[in-house]
């Protein structure tokens, strides 16, 4: 279990992250169908900041304690020994559990490509077109032959263009009409313009789960969840659910019920920072720069991606922040015997190698600092 559970904790940072995936559904989608090459290319010299390596620790020291910032001055502290947290909060159902082992069983998943069937709602499907206004073509507005997946009433695309796929069969070619909203931002030209695209259907994808058997628990679950049966599994799946909505309603306790006297924007911004060089190393690795792996997500520019990440980074900054005040009232020491009573029989090396002894000991102390208030708090 606490192999598992440390996820929980080195997931903190990653709350940034969601935030951008998130907001950018829309506009990507729109894009791969309908954006000019000229405007994906254009505009991506502005300069990052960035150092491209992401520096976790940044700001702590090695007792994982924010330097320089006295964190008792900022915060006026609920009675947090006296919480009360919701039941509701806390609670875990069945099917959230078989939700979360379904997510689990799609790493498992085979897929196949299916032909012989009518599109549905809901389908995966692989398409290529052609897009034309008043008969003649426009960059972007084609695959060029590559084939694009989308899901039906998840993936975004202009007008009702993915709905007109529902009742066509793989092998068919046919016209899809659409409507260009005005303004349309990521191409100006095309804003309020009737469309054409000429679709070809390639195929539908079907996903097939896994059967959950003993043995495929065995042979797949065993380390990453210390289970050798359905029985464990799902016992250990339900545990890890539980002490995440714990921790959860912990943390919402205590930023809705603390006092703030100021969160220092210092400390947003290098954790602001954390983020930017996040995703300019990710972006190496696709041998781009920063504003062109940004644009895939529909962020503009680095700008654009600080002012998205803002308000979730300062909800990192607060939790710091309470949990030093709290540990500090409480005389919690993050020390080595911490670690190890949190990791158990983990090797965490490489967990220090990674983040860094400071953003190591402050998770493990957010981890700390729940679990007090949690076994003291009352539910209702």
């Known amino acids: 279990m606490k192999k598992r559970r440390c996820l929980w904790l080195f997931a903190v940072l990653l709350v940034m992250s969601l935030a951008v995936s998130g907001c950018s559904s829309d506009d990507t989608s729109e894009t791969s169908a309908t954006d000019s090459t000229e405007e994906e290319s254009s505009d991506s010299s502005s300069a990052s900041s960035s150092s491209g390596t992401p520096d976790y620790s940044a ?42 082992i379904d997510l689990i069983l799609e790493e498992f998943a085979e897929t196949s490509e299916v032909t012989d069937r009518a599109v549905e709602d809901g389908d995966t499907v692989n398409i290529d077109y052609v897009g034309s206004i008043d008969g003649d073509e426009f960059d972007g507005g084609s695959t060029e032959g590559a084939g694009t997946d989308v899901t039906i009433g998840v993936t975004s695309y202009i007008d009702d263009f993915l709905e007109q ?22 191409n ?20 097939t789960l896994p059967e959950l058997t003993d043995d495929f628990v065995a042979e797949n679950l065993a380390d990453s969840y210390d289970s050798t049966t359905v029985e464990e599994f799902e016992a250990t799946v339900r545990g890890e659910l539980e002490t995440n909505s714990q921790y959860d309603a912990v943390w919402d306790y205590l930023i809705e019920n603390t006092t703030f006297s100021e969160v220092p924007e210092s400390l ?58 709290i540990a500090e009232a409480e005389g919690i020491e993050t020390d080595d015997a911490a670690l190890e009573a949190f990791f158990g029989d983990t090797d965490y090396s490489t967990y220090l190698e990674y983040y860094g002894t400071g953003y190591v000991k402050m998770q493990v102390r957010i981890h700390d600092v729940a679990t007090l208030i949690y076994e003291t708090a009352t539910l209702e």
């Open 268 to 325: 947003v911004e290098e954790l602001l920072q954390i983020s930017v060089d996040y995703y300019t190393q990710q972006a190496s690795y696709y041998s781009l720069d920063l504003e062109e792996y940004l644009s895939y997500y529909g962020i503009e520019s680095e700008e654009a991606l600080r002012e998205e990440l803002w308000d979730t980074t300062e909800t990192t900054a607060k939790w710091y922040i309470i949990a030093q005040a």
């Open 188 to 207: 100006t030209d095309l804003s309020g313009k009737d469309a054409v695209f000429e679709v070809t259907i390639n195929y539908i994808t079907e996903t």
């Open 165 to 186: 796929l529902i009742g066509h069969t793989p092998g068919e070619t046919f016209d899809v009409e659409v409507t260009f909203p005005d303004p349309y931002e990521n």
């Open 59 to 100: 700001g702590l020291d090695d007792d994982g304690n924010l330097e320089g910032i006295d964190v008792a001055s900022l915060v006026t502290l609920p009675d947090y020994k006296n919480a009360v947290l919701s039941q509701s909060d806390v609670e875990v159902t069945d099917d959230d559990v078989q939700a979360e």
